[in-house]
C-alpha cells in the first residue's frame, strides 16, 4: 500500500499542473497558490509567459466596445435631438399651416356674411320694390276704379238724360194723346 500510494504522490506531483484548473482557487490558500506558481515557473519557465492569458487584448477590446458604446450612445442622442427638431419643425409647420387655415377662413366667412348681407339688402330692396309696387297698383286700379266709375257715372247720366228725354217725349206724345182724346170728348 506504501508502494501504491507513494506511486499516487509521485503522479500527483508529475501532472499536478494539469489539475491547477479543476482546483477551486477560491478556497485555495495563498501561500498553496504561491507555491504552485513558484513550481509552475522552474518547471515551464519562459513558455508561461505564453500560457498566460493576454489581457491587453481583452482591454484593447473593452476599449473598443465602450467606444462604439459611446458612439452609439452619441448616435442615440443625435438621433434624439434630430426627432426633437423634426418634432419641433413639424409642430411649427403645423401651426403655420393653421394660422393660414384659419386666416383663409376667415377670410371666407367674411366674403360670405358680406354676400349674404348684400343678398340680405337686394331681397329688402326687392320687398321694398315690390311693396312699393302694389301700392302703385292699387293707387292705379283706385284711379282706374275712379275712371271706370267716372266713365260708368258718365254713361249713367247719359242713360239718365236718354231716358228722361224718352220719358219728355213720352209725356209729351201722352200730353198729346190726352189732348186729342180731350178734344174728341169735347167734340163729341
Request: aromatic share 6%; proline share 1%.
Amino acid at each position: 500500500m506504501t508502494n501504491n500510494l507513494k506511486g499516487t504522490q509521485e503522479l500527483q506531483r508529475k501532472y499536478e499542473h494539469l489539475l491547477d484548473k479543476y482546483v477551486d482557487n477560491a478556497h485555495a490558500e495563498y501561500s498553496i497558490k504561491q507555491e504552485r506558481e513558484e513550481e509552475a515557473r522552474n518547471r515551464y519557465g519562459h513558455l508561461l509567459d505564453y500560457a498566460k492569458p493576454d489581457y491587453k487584448i481583452y482591454k484593447d477590446i473593452i476599449g473598443i466596445d465602450d467606444v462604439c458604446r459611446r458612439m452609439r450612445q452619441q448616435r442615440a442622442d443625435d438621433y434624439e435631438q434630430a426627432n426633437i427638431r423634426m418634432q419641433e419643425r413639424i409642430e411649427n409647420e403645423r401651426r403655420e399651416q393653421q394660422e393660414r387655415i384659419d386666416r383663409n377662413n376667415a377670410f371666407v366667412n367674411s366674403y360670405l356674411e358680406k354676400k349674404e348681407a348684400e343678398r340680405k339688402a337686394a331681397e329688402e330692396k326687392r320687398k321694398e320694390a315690390e311693396q312699393e309696387q302694389k301700392i302703385l297698383n292699387s293707387i292705379h286700379r283706385m284711379i282706374d276704379v275712379k275712371d271706370e266709375a267716372s266713365e260708368m257715372v258718365a254713361r249713367t247720366n247719359a242713360m239718365l238724360k236718354i231716358n228722361n228725354e224718352r220719358r219728355k217725349a213720352h209725356e209729351e206724345k201722352m200730353e198729346w194723346y190726352e189732348k186729342q182724346q180731350n178734344y174728341m170728348k169735347k167734340r163729341q
